[in-house]
């Protein structure tokens, strides 16, 4: 059974920082992508920054330059900092690994989300 453990969401100020983590078990097929997105309530899921096998990362253009996507391959762990906040960084932040079905087709596992605020 897959699971997902995310944290380190919270309240924070704007210019703050917080660091989401997220720790994948129970995955057998080969891990490619993990990364992030994000949901406002009433709004679709947004992608935020991801990272691949190789350490490749990919950002939304709303984010980059100020978080950090960085993954522990050995854990199946994936890691966002987030610097500079804005409230408008105000969302659930969802954690997602992207693996190799038998017939190569990808598929997606996804954390519960965390909630992350950022207001004064």
């Known amino acids: 059974q897959v699971q997902f453990v995310e944290s380190g969401g919270g309240l924070v100020q704007p210019g703050g920082s917080l660091r989401l983590s997220c720790v994948a078990s129970g995955i057998t097929q080969s891990i490619s992508y993990m990364g992030w997105h994000r949901q406002v309530p009433g709004n679709k899921r947004t992608f935020v920054g991801s990272?691949?096998?190789?350490?490749?990362?990919n950002y939304a253009a709303a984010v980059r330059g100020r978080f950090t996507v960085s993954r522990d391959r050995g854990a199946n762990s994936v890691f966002l900092q987030m610097d500079s906040l804005r409230p408008e960084d105000t969302a659930v932040y969802y954690c997602?690994?992207?693996?190799?079905?038998?017939?190569?087709?990808?598929?997606?596992?996804w954390g519960q989300g965390t909630q992350v605020t950022v207001s004064s």
């Open positions: 997602y690994t992207t693996v190799l079905q038998r017939d190569g087709a990808p598929f997606a596992y």
């Open positions: 990272i691949s096998g190789s350490g490749t990362d």
